[in-house]
Antibody
């Protein structure tokens, strides 16, 4: 089971970036994928989630007008596109599998598999 | 948005020490709390979910507890490989916010 992300990107301010996350080793449609980013030397920031089943999305309000997540079920790949890039978008971007575990009649969500990260530099 | 406040932000300890990291949620999150470990240059790793449930394959020296909106990660006897940064995350609602992190360093 793994998530493999596309390579590092360098973009100019105002440009767009599209990062891919290819899943393997599990049933793609059974799990959602979340995106988390980390600016250099900073903490983790949740960006949003996309269903592997039907492509339903849920974005953090902060960047939702610039952000689009999508899936390609034929290749088990999830994409994260961020538009109108700014210098403060410089960060490592991670995709993570969102696993729901049933315990004592409740479902607990957690990110059990992570991609290796994609560094996006805006300069 | 639910705010997650971790303390301390950094901590120095020795191999064999017992260490506790705390995370406080700004509202009730009903045990929907995860802990992750991140080493430099690596992706985070899931340690505990549901506040107290140890992820498969994670050593039993890691444990989680909760009291209301306060959550605790305890490492019972620090090993050299445990020196890392630890994050809590609430999975109660969106945005699924993280704490600011606790950096655990060697004394």
């Amino acid at each position: 089971v793994q998530l493999v992300q596309s390579g590092a990107e360098v973009k100019k301010p105002g440009a767009s970036v599209k990062v891919s996350c290819k899943a393997s080793g599990y049933t793609f449609s059974s799990y959602g994928i979340s995106w988390v980013r980390q600016a250099p030397g900073q903490g983790l920031e949740w960006m949003g989630w996309i269903s592997g089943y039907n492509g339903q999305t849920n974005y953090a309000e902060k960047n939702q007008t610039r952000l689009t997540m999508s899936t390609d079920a034929s290749t088990n790949t999830v994409y994260m596109e961020l538009r109108r890039l700014r210098s403060d978008d410089t960060a490592m971007y991670y995709c993570a599998r969102d696993r729901g575990t049933l315990v004592r009649g409740r479902i607990f969500d957690a990110y059990d598999i992570w991609g290796q990260g994609t560094m996006v530099t805006v300069s | 948005d639910i705010q997650m406040t971790q303390s301390p932000s950094s901590l120095s300890a020795s191999v064999g020490d017992r260490v506790t990291i705390t995370c406080r949620a700004s509202q009730s999150i009903s045990s929907l709390l995860n802990w992750y470990q991140q080493k430099p240059g690596k992706a985070p790793k899931l340690l505990i979910y549901g506040a107290t449930i140890l992820e498969s394959g994670v050593p039993s020296r890691f444990s989680g507890s909760e009291s209301g909106t306060d959550f605790t990660l305890t490492i019972s006897s620090l090993q050299p490989e445990d020196f890392a940064t630890y994050y809590c995350q609430q999975s109660y609602n969106s945005p699924k916010t993280f704490g600011q992190g606790t950096k655990l360093e060697i004394k």
